[in-house]
């Protein structure tokens, strides 16, 4: 007759200063938080959505001007500067509008 031993072995990790462990929910959380910090530019839409700023300008800034000008997105302004948005009310923006901004980026 085999017998089986069941071990339980104690192991530890030791943690230089500077380095800590955080749970999954809590890294998701952060990486969240540093995403949506500041403003975006074209480059962050480019790489958050993969759209260009002629796709954005054509199919969201332009037909949602009144809707997003001063509250969600800046506007450039003397042909120096760019779009500006604010993260996360532009990102529920494009995803509560999402048919009708799908819609006319078919046309």
């Known amino acids: 007759m085999e017998t089986t031993l069941k071990i339980n072995p104690e192991i530890t990790i030791t943690l230089p200063e500077d380095k800590i462990i ?3 929910s809590g890294y998701e959380q952060l990486k969240r938080d540093a995403d949506y910090r ?7 839409l480019k790489n958050r959505y993969h759209r260009d700023k002629e796709w954005f300008k054509r199919n969201v800034f332009s037909p949602y001007e009144r809707e997003l000008r001063d509250r969600i997105v800046m506007y450039p302004h003397g042909g120096k ?21 799908s819609k006319r980026a078919e046309k």
């Open 81 to 101: 500067s760019s779009y500006l948005c604010k993260p996360i009310p532009f990102d529920d923006f494009v995803q509560s509008h999402f048919p009708e901004i």
């Open 38 to 44: 500041g403003l975006w530019d074209v480059t962050d």
């Open 22 to 24: 955080v749970d999954r």
